[in-house]
């Protein structure tokens, strides 16, 4: 079974220093852990924060693509740039690490910056995280900093970032960005578009998660959304549960952040500290397949993936630890009365057909 997974923030602990060739006692994800997993495609994204001290954007992003690709060094481990690649790849049993964007913040409001990126391999581009940027604003900002955004929705040169990606087949992603700036994409989309990691609105009211126009609308585009299990995306009363936990470990917590000045350092502390800690009050696996569900009965099962969001989350649903417990989503969609086909489709196959599409 071809297996696929759509997000994966393990760059940030390369640029911290860890050596993640070699197996890690924290986080989602290393190397040996990915090519022990089922999977056979790991999307690595890259991701610089807005709100950093240091605004050398492009040149961060630059390093993070060098680190990303110094891992092809590896035995059996593939940074794949065309579908042809990925076909390859599959057939020779590769560890296949495409790279991604999220946020454009990199660009620096340069289409030169865009095409830079482009021509290193870019697989797909998420044009905001949190932070809206003076093109394009992202779904946090829209719900809670509307007032003070300089546009809503994309302007001129958001609209033309979106058309040279589709022209140069690189997929948008569409999961950390606004309403506005939703439908201004799907208005102007020439080709399928993605959601790399959100969940159902309907069952979780959370701002990052996709109302069922928009659901129906990437399916219209003939696109995909790559469901993500983070709890609080998941489960509506696990916000209630993990701010009672966090006051009961604020000391911990707090001494974490005197121990590293970096901000970066601070958060993957965090993460490491409240992966091993946060499993008991997390929600069961099911509830994430539920999700799912709703998307397959709603839009059919062709536009459904997995956008796990490895070491990008402090917690994953309980009894799902790492990237070595990928295959429990598989398990449990048959113990739901999936036949192989659609399990498969789910799993991976549906990005190779989107892939297809865009003519990768």
Same mark, same amino acid.
């Given at each position: 079974m071809f297996v696929a997974d759509l997000h994966n923030d393990l760059v940030q602990r390369i640029m911290e220093g860890e050596d993640v060739t070699s197996i890690t006692p924290h986080g989602h994800t290393d190397i040996p852990r990915l090519k022990k997993s089922c999977i056979n495609l790991q999307i690595l994204i890259i991701w610089v924060s807005s709100r950093s001290p240091d605004p050398n954007f492009f040149n961060k992003a630059n390093k993070m693509f060098d680190e990303i690709e110094k891992l092809s060094n590896v035995k059996d481990v593939l940074i794949p740039k065309k579908l042809q690649e990925i076909k390859d790849g599959i057939k020779d049993n590769k560890?296949?690490?495409?790279?991604? =964007?999220? /946020?454009? %913040?990199? @660009?620096?409001?340069?289409?030169?910056?865009?095409?830079?990126?482009?021509?290193? !391999?870019?697989?797909?581009? !998420?044009?905001?995280?949190?932070?809206?940027?003076?093109?394009?604003? #992202?779904?946090? $900002?829209?719900?809670?900093?509307?007032?003070?955004?300089?546009?809503?929705?994309?302007?001129?040169?958001?609209?033309?970032?979106?058309?040279?990606?589709?022209?140069?087949?690189?997929?948008?992603?569409?999961?950390?960005?606004?309403?506005?700036?939703?439908?201004?994409?799907?208005? @102007? #989309?020439t080709k399928p578009f993605i959601a790399s990691h959100s969940s159902v609105h309907k069952i979780c009211p959370h701002f990052r998660n996709l109302h069922d126009d928009q659901i129906i609308a990437i399916k219209n585009k003939n696109g995909l959304i790559g469901i993500n299990p983070y709890p609080f995306f998941i489960d509506p009363t696990f916000k209630d549960r993990e701010s009672i936990f966090r006051n009961e470990h604020k000391e911990k917590i707090k001494s974490?952040? @005197?121990?590293? *000045?970096?901000? #970066? *350092?601070?958060?993957?502390?965090?993460?490491?500290? &409240?992966?091993?800690? &946060? /499993? #008991? @009050?997390?929600?069961?696996?099911?509830?994430?397949?539920?999700? =799912?569900?709703?998307?397959?009965?709603?839009?059919?099962?062709?536009?459904? /993936?997995? /956008?796990?969001?490895? $070491?990008?989350?402090?917690?994953?649903?309980?009894?799902? %630890?790492?990237? *070595?417990?990928?295959?429990?989503?598989?398990?449990?969609? %048959?113990?739901? !009365?999936?036949?192989? %086909?659609?399990?498969?489709?789910? =799993? !991976?196959?549906?990005?190779?057909?989107?892939?297809?599409?865009?003519?990768?």
């Open positions: 560890l296949l690490l495409p790279i991604s =964007m999220e /946020g454009g %913040e990199a @660009i620096e409001n340069k289409l030169e910056n865009l095409y830079h990126f482009i021509n290193r !391999g870019l697989f797909y581009l !998420g044009p905001t995280w949190n932070h809206s940027l003076d093109w394009v604003s #992202s779904n946090y $900002d829209e719900k809670f900093n509307k007032k003070k955004l300089k546009t809503v929705g994309l302007n001129d040169f958001g609209k033309e970032v979106i058309n040279i990606c589709q022209e140069n087949r690189v997929l948008i992603d569409v999961s950390h960005i606004g309403e506005k700036s939703f439908w201004d994409i799907e208005n @102007i #989309s974490l952040e @005197i121990q590293h *000045s970096k901000k #970066s *350092s601070q958060w993957l502390a965090k993460q490491h500290y &409240l992966q091993k800690k &946060l /499993g #008991s @009050i997390c929600p069961d696996i099911d509830l994430f397949i539920d999700h =799912m569900e709703y998307i397959i009965k709603l839009i059919g099962i062709d536009y459904v /993936g997995v /956008g796990s969001d490895y $070491d990008g989350l402090d917690c994953l649903p309980r009894g799902w %630890e790492d990237c *070595s417990d990928h295959f429990k989503i598989a398990e449990k969609l %048959e113990t739901r !009365g999936y036949n192989q %086909e659609e399990i498969e489709k789910v =799993m !991976g196959k549906n990005i190779l057909r989107v892939l297809e599409e865009i003519n990768y």
